[in-house]
């Protein structure tokens, strides 16, 4: 079988559905249990719990990962349809480890595995262990499907009651809440725990074919939909996360788009963080607000981040992406209940931050989060971009090629590079034009930053176009 599109990327393994689903399914599970067993035994009968998402190869895919998970000796147990970081809060509840079968935001004929040792998320290296063992069970197992796996169904409700234990029954009655359902596998909770905290909830835009929400690069339709829901309903924000609920998509009362690492802003706000843990893409007006330490982008880079942070003496640690998925790094002690810690994307802790924001302030979001007086910061992505013309284009922008460096002078003088993940280039007027490679598909991500919202739309698709030329010539 064909596996070439199979490869982790920032966060798990992807790939094209048609590619993953059978054998290679069933081998990178073998091998993932293999390296967790190396890394530190598991006992014989040890339960191993199974998430997805609503891909329509998502159910088939977990049946070989169930089937899997009991030959190498071990129980499956089928957690269904169930966020990410839901999956991830039950499995370390009970020191096991844990696999999501989710595509994230990538389009549907695409999906992937997100593998999760009995503390946490994978580190790189757990991912070089895997890939080894893979090589290795390769040639020599045969696959099938298990459709009779043990069901937990309180995954889900865990993951709910953790939040609706830290706050009051009606703390947010005062809140409408728009809820933009698409195809997000937390669409029915996030309902059910609004309700629970007394928000006047409503349901928008719920589908049954596949809605790849990406929260970085918002598709043109998704826009004009929240301008649209909030210019006809007197919403107090619209909230949504993106296919397997890791990443939060936030509008305030205007439907204006929140980016996500101003979410980690509110966030880290909220719960007085002393120390927040960014990728480089984040807005660089973090810097004078919070201590800030900066990373490759990626969760396991994130969470390498939080856990440095908190070995220096930091106490309150907050990791966030731009991509607005949030990551507690240590617990958080409420009046009601304390909020463990969770060191993976979760998207429903910044959505309940910035309701706290708005009950406790007093102020609508926009002005919320206008008082962080974030630079203006786009971002895109050119898909169809194989990584090897990505990674040339780059290197190529490294060693200061003659002709793209003639090619960037209408951008200004370039006063430094940052090459933390792919290349940050910074000009003397503070402005910056940011590549990287996608970790989870043939994409080139653009990030642009300026002083106002002109300059970083006209970096952004200068910098588009220039890419755009650049790799299809490579």
């Known amino acids: 079988m064909t596996t070439h599109s199979l490869k982790f990327g920032t966060s798990g393994l992807r790939g094209l559905a048609s590619e993953l689903c059978g054998k290679p399914a069933y081998d990178y599970t073998l091998a993932f249990l293999k390296a967790m067993n190396d890394r530190q035994p598991i006992k014989a009968k040890a339960k191993v719990f199974v998430g997805q998402d609503l891909r329509p190869s998502s159910p088939q895919i977990a049946q070989y990962c169930l089937a899997a998970i009991q030959d190498m000796g071990f129980t499956p147990v089928d957690c269904g349809l169930l966020p990410t970081p839901a999956l991830s809060f039950y499995a370390m509840r009970q020191h096991a480890p844990c696999i999501m079968i989710t595509g994230s935001h990538i389009p549907d004929d695409r999906n992937g595995l997100k593998f999760y040792r009995p503390d946490g998320e994978i580190d790189k290296h757990d991912e070089q262990a895997i890939a080894q063992?893979?090589?290795?069970?390769?040639?020599?197992?045969?696959?099938?499907?298990?459709?009779?796996?043990?069901?937990?169904?309180?995954?889900?409700?865990?993951?709910?009651?953790?939040?609706?234990?830290?706050?009051?029954?009606?703390?947010?009655?005062?809140?409408?809440?728009?809820?933009?359902?698409?195809?997000?596998?937390?669409?029915?909770?996030?309902?059910?725990?609004?309700?629970?905290?007394?928000?006047?909830?409503?349901?928008?835009?719920?589908?049954?074919?596949?809605?790849p929400v990406d929260t970085e690069a918002l598709r043109p339709e998704d826009i004009s939909l929240l301008k649209q829901w909030a210019k006809a309903n007197s919403f107090d924000l619209i909230v949504s996360t993106d296919g397997d609920a890791d990443r939060p998509l936030i509008a305030d009362e205007n439907g204006d788009f929140i980016r996500g690492d101003l979410l980690g802003a509110i966030t880290a706000s909220w719960l007085n963080s002393d120390q927040i843990v960014v990728p480089v893409t984040a807005n660089s007006a973090l810097d004078?607000?919070?201590?800030?330490?900066?990373?490759?982008?990626?969760?396991?880079?994130?969470?390498?981040?939080?856990?440095?942070?908190?070995?220096?003496?930091?106490?309150s640690v907050l990791g966030f992406e731009a991509n607005g998925g949030v990551l507690l790094g240590s617990d958080v002690h409420f009046e009601k209940a304390m909020l463990t810690a969770l060191p993976t994307r979760d998207a429903l802790l910044p959505m309940l931050a910035c309701m706290s924001q708005i009950t406790a302030l007093h102020q609508p979001l926009s002005a919320i989060a206008a008082q962080f007086e974030f630079r203006h910061a786009l971002s895109d992505r050119l898909q169809d971009v194989p990584h090897e013309k990505s990674g040339a284009f780059i290197q190529r922008l490294s060693t200061q090629d003659a002709s793209l460096m003639k090619a960037l002078k209408p951008f200004g003088t370039i006063q430094q590079m940052d090459e933390t993940d792919g290349i940050r280039l910074i000009f003397t007027d503070g402005s910056t034009l940011h590549y990287r490679a996608s970790g989870n598909a043939p994409e080139l991500r653009c990030y642009a930053e300026a002083s106002d919202a002109h300059h970083a739309q006209h970096i952004l698709q200068q910098g588009l176009n220039l890419a755009d030329h650049e790799t299809k010539g490579v």
Not at 293 to 299: A, D, F, H, Q
Request: aromatic share 8%.
């Open 288 to 315: 004078n607000r919070f201590n800030t330490s900066r990373t490759r982008v990626g969760s396991p880079y994130v969470i390498q981040g939080m856990e440095q942070a908190i070995q220096h003496g930091a106490k």
């Open 133 to 211: 063992h893979y090589k290795q069970v390769e040639a020599s197992t045969h696959a099938h499907q298990l459709s009779d796996a043990v069901k937990d169904t309180q995954a889900l409700a865990a993951y709910r009651d953790r939040y609706l234990n830290i706050f009051q029954k009606n703390t947010f009655k005062d809140l409408s809440v728009g809820v933009y359902q698409h195809t997000s596998v937390a669409r029915d909770l996030i309902i059910d725990i609004l309700h629970g905290l007394g928000a006047k909830v409503t349901a928008l835009g719920r589908a049954d074919k596949f809605v």
